[in-house]
């Protein structure tokens, strides 16, 4: 009865030392809120009187109801402030992280909110992040914590970076004794995940910038600028549209499908083994019997297909051959063995082919041979690249020690005088120019007049050379680690694995979700001019339909909507000041109303200079974001006030257009941005048909499943 049922930590619970549950609370003294925290059980709570965090304090934090709502003995109840013994550290300790993800997860029935944070779970990460508009201010933790970004494990400056690798020179004050003040960050480029999803990191920071240390400084999947980011802001109308959305289907704009707003890349991988038969080995051979020249263009001397390459539906990646059991021959093989000599008939083709509807680029190809057996062309050539890019990492950290002993060693010897040694006169002053004259070989052959700087000198040298033995000695030990064979099952002498990147578009039959438990499948993409439009003519991305609201009670998604509205209004408001070239004055004051009079945040924006004022405008331009956090979010009249202030109706709903006959709609429509995930159930892992195929041995009857490429019934 309980399958499927997950239970998940709430935010800020933590197990104690006898694996019992529990969660922290502040101290509450004579109705005086202190900054005291403990953490108790259920069990022992319920002696305590307990507020919420949102009971209303006054600036010396004393507890100002006359009645406050508390728990006590596992009941709810109100009593007196000075009864109360313990509060709430935050609105969102009652619900898990997944669920405080959700915006106005408070307007939410349970059962949505349970879809809609399962359902979070199944979002495929998409080819651009886009960050949520209308979030819920714990989206930055969870990308953190996720594992997926890549965090600075010390603080220091940028030394180099590209698309696959950081470098960071670490602070000074970060380094212990006798280690090297580098960090190389690998990013993990195009791997295939679990769910057959994409891994790809990009790098955030630029060569010169200073990180501290746990700074994010590479976005993962899904993951925008450090914060989770599932899906895309999308313009969505509610509203009817001639059936194409009924019983939760969802309309969209083919404007959609064109900006690759969901577009996903998925990566398959797809596995060749070549075993020690009883009549033989199998062997992956560059030509295959009975095989045409145009199925081997694609594959390399090795048979193994070559990296880059777009193959489809039965493309041959991996030429691989098995040995045939003596069977009778007939007069005519005879003959033909008798004149070519025994050739192609001992022989089967039992190649490696793409499956059926599936279309792709070779991304990779990784080859795997048994201890013993000879390595083809293929694996070595692999094996070289795999070398030189541990090379080239083990001599960017020296370089940069070298460069960091260097830089010191100059700063002791500049305006000292030189005894003699690499050419120089006895006397001579050393400057940068007579030091840059010099290879750095040559400046542990100065001699100088002070034994302190002699020493140095010889204490670098030793420290130098001592470096460069541990990365050779490293850089041995990691080759033969690669050059060892491979520990493979027995009886298999060779596995080749190819990696295949596809791209997926948004279709028909793709479900699609909000973060509301609000789910469909995706009924028709319809031409951008035939979509319903405002009067400015900026057409909507999705219809969805309004009779899924009602019954299921979640209205969060509409209040999420109309604040979505608000925050892509106000970016675009602030966009036409910058276009206009206001004064920065301007700019200023209408932060200031956004963030500190109707956000009721206190942002410091007197503190900012007018570059940053501006810079902080110009990020702003595609949306303002917003965090409504779990049972302490946005208000109606917040919400409405927002909507005012970027020159939009208060009811958050407008005159549409039907774009294919031009004519009013009959009432105004809810218009608004909502944040919206493609989930991991596809329409091209689903779709199936088959003429013949296998059939069962017993019955004779067709196999049934994708899997086992049956049939269906009628």
């Known amino acids: 009865p309980n399958v499927g049922l997950i239970n998940s930590l709430a935010a800020y619970a933590r197990t104690n030392q006898y694996g019992f549950l529990e969660s922290p609370y502040r101290v509450v003294k004579d109705a005086l809120v202190t900054d005291e925290i403990v953490f108790l059980s259920a069990i022992e709570e319920a002696d305590h009187v307990i507020a ?39 609105p969102k300790q009652v619900v898990s992280v997944a669920a405080s993800l959700i915006p106005f997860l408070e307007h939410d029935d349970a059962n949505r909110a349970l879809m809609g944070s399962n359902m979070q779970r199944q979002a495929v990460p998409t080819l651009r992040a886009d960050k949520p508009l209308v979030g819920t201010g714990m989206e930055r933790n969870v990308a953190r914590d996720s594992g997926v970004c890549v965090v600075a494990r010390r603080g220091g400056v940028i030394d180099s970076v590209d698309a696959s690798r950081i470098v960071v020179r670490v602070a000074d004050d970060e380094v212990e004794t006798g280690e090297a003040g580098v960090d190389i960050y690998n990013l993990t480029k195009y791997t295939r995940s679990n769910q057959d999803t994409c891994i790809n990191q990009r790098p955030l920071v630029r060569k010169g910038d200073r990180v501290q240390r746990s700074d994010i400084m590479a976005d993962g999947p899904s ?32 404007r959609v499908v064109q900006e690759d707003r969901f577009t996903t890349i998925h990566i398959q991988e797809l596995t060749c083994v070549a075993r020690d038969t009883k009549l033989g080995p199998e062997e992956i051979p560059a030509d295959i019997p009975n095989v045409g020249e145009a199925a081997l263009n694609k594959l ?8 880059g390459a777009e193959v489809g539906a039965g493309d041959i990646l991996v030429g691989k051959v098995t040995p045939k059991g003596e069977t009778q021959l007939t007069p005519e093989e005879k003959l033909l063995r008798a004149i070519f000599g025994e050739k192609a008939s001992d022989v089967k083709d039992t ?9 792709g680029t070779v991304i990779d190809v990784q080859v795997f041979t048994r201890d013993g057996v000879e390595r083809d062309a293929r694996a070595l050539s692999i094996e070289k690249t795999q070398l030189d890019g541990i090379r080239k990492d083990l001599n960017e950290g020296f370089r940069i020690v070298e460069g960091a002993t260097f830089e010191r060693l100059r700063s002791a010897l500049v305006g000292h005088k030189a005894e003699g040694g690499a050419g120089l006169k006895k006397g001579q002053d050393f400057t940068d120019e007579v030091l840059d004259g010099l290879e750095h070989g040559q400046w542990f052959k100065l001699r100088m007049a002070e034994d302190a700087l002699n020493e140095q000198l010889e204490k670098a040298q030793a420290y130098i050379v001592d470096r460069r033995r541990l990365l050779d000695d490293k850089f041995e030990d990691k080759k033969r680690k690669l050059q060892q064979g491979d520990d493979l099952a027995p009886g298999v002498l ?28 995706v009924s028709v993409i319809m031409p951008v001019e035939d979509m319903p439009h405002d009067a400015n003519g900026t057409p909507v991305d999705v219809v969805l339909n309004p009779l899924g609201v009602p019954s299921r009670m979640n209205v969060g998604q509409i209040l999420e909507t109309h604040l979505g509205l608000a925050a892509k209004g106000l970016g675009e408001k602030i966009n036409r000041m910058i276009e206009e070239q206001r004064k920065v004055a301007d700019l200023r004051k209408f932060l200031h109303e956004i963030y500190n009079e109707i956000g009721g945040r206190k942002e410091e924006l007197d503190t900012f200079s007018d570059q940053e004022i501006l810079d902080l405008a110009k990020n702003l331009r595609g949306g303002v974001p917003m965090a409504t956090p779990v049972f302490d979010g946005a208000k109606e009249s917040e919400i409405k006030a927002m909507l005012k202030l970027a020159d939009l109706p208060e009811s958050g709903q407008m005159q549409l257009f039907d774009g294919r006959t031009g004519n009013k709609f ?49």
């Open 52 to 90: 919420q965090a949102s009971a209303t304090m006054n600036e010396e934090k004393v507890l100002v109801d006359e009645l406050v709502a508390v728990r006590h003995l596992n009941e709810f109840t109100v009593k007196a402030p000075e009864d109360v013994t313990l509060m709430d550290v935050s």
């Open 223 to 254: 993951t925008d600028m450090g914060e989770l980011a599932l899906g895309q802001n999308m313009r969505i109308a509610f509203m009817a549209w001639n059936g194409f959305n009924f019983e939760d289907s969802i309309c969209l704009s083919e």
């Open 300 to 307: 390399d001397e090795a048979g193994i297909v070559y990296v």
């Open 351 to 359: 190649s490696l082919r793409v499956p059926t509807g599936t279309k």
């Open 494 to 521: 060779k596995i080749v694995k190819v990696y295949l990147a596809i791209r997926r578009r948004i279709q028909p039959g793709d479900k699609m979700a909000g973060r509301h438990g609000n789910k469909g499948v």
């Open 666 to 714: 009959e009432r105004p429509v809810t218009v608004g941005y909502m944040y919206m995930l493609k989930l991991n159930h596809l329409v091209d892992d689903k779709m199936h048909a088959r003429s013949t195929g296998s059939y069962s041995l017993v019955t004779q009857q067709p196999l049934g499943g994708k899997a086992q490429f049956g049939g269906q019934r009628f």
